[in-house]
């Protein structure tokens, strides 16, 4: 069993649409990233989280510590946000590594 | 504002011959982590330094090799290459273990073809 797992694998919908990407982790962590990788493969790191939630533009990500669970929201989702996005976690058995989910493709059709 | 910056973009290589790799990260980052990924794979850690010390091996090669200098940039080394060594392989930057304000910052990759 993979220490971080996403949900849903592959997402497609329909501009405008609000969208949910899941992240489930199984080890203790110093901290939870959601990256976005684009065709080509650059990464941008979107948010890292440690507890509740943060915001970013049509962006939302939150963490409940207790139940080892992240959501990515999109709110008002377009084309443009079509890409993959990868949870990734902090063990506090070493923070200097990052343990990658295995991506939710997305794509928003217009 | 400075991203990490990898050179080169894209690189072709014939399978044995070596390859090298290399990434700049931002200012103020003193740790680089190196990732291989696989058409289709999840990024697998390769290697870190911090401080121009190895600080951490994950599953790298033997024929591979890396090392950090003394203005932070990282070089990955791959000799024998061989096809499955076709990947995008990208760097990442923090301050010590991404506890940083700035986390993580990732850049936009080496894709390596070995034919």
């Known amino acids: 069993k993979n220490e971080v797992e996403q949900s849903p694998q592959n997402l497609t919908a329909q501009e405008g649409e609000f969208i949910t990407i899941n992240c489930s982790y199984s080890?203790?962590?110093?901290?939870l990233h959601w990256l976005q990788q684009h065709p080509g493969g650059g990464i941008v790191s979107l948010f890292m989280?440690?507890?509740g939630k943060k915001k970013h533009g049509r962006l939302i990500a939150t963490i409940n510590i207790q139940e080892k669970h992240s959501s990515l929201h999109i709110t008002a989702s377009h084309p443009r946000d079509s890409a993959v996005y990868i949870c990734?976690?902090?063990?506090?058995?070493?923070?200097?590594?990052?343990?990658f989910g295995t991506g939710t493709r997305l794509q928003v059709f217009p | 504002a400075a991203g990490v910056i990898q050179s080169p973009r894209h690189l072709i290589k014939e399978k044995r011959e070596t390859a090298t790799l290399k990434c700049y990260p931002i200012p103020r980052h003193d740790t680089v982590y190196w990732y291989q990924q696989g058409p289709g794979q999840d990024p697998q850690f390769l290697i870190s330094?911090?401080?121009?010390?190895?600080?951490d091996k994950g599953s790298i090669p033997d024929r591979f090799s890396a090392q950090q200098f003394s203005d932070y940039h990282s070089e990955l080394n791959m000799s024998s290459l061989e096809l499955g060594d076709s990947a995008l392989y990208f760097c990442a930057s923090s301050q010590r273990g991404g506890r940083g304000r700035d986390g993580y910052t990732f850049g936009s990759g080496t894709r390596l073809t070995v034919v």
């Open positions: 080890v203790g962590i110093s901290a």
């Open positions: 990734a976690v902090s063990p506090i058995y070493n923070t200097d590594k990052l343990i």
């Open positions: 989280l440690s507890s």
């Open positions: 330094f911090y401080e121009k010390m190895q600080s």
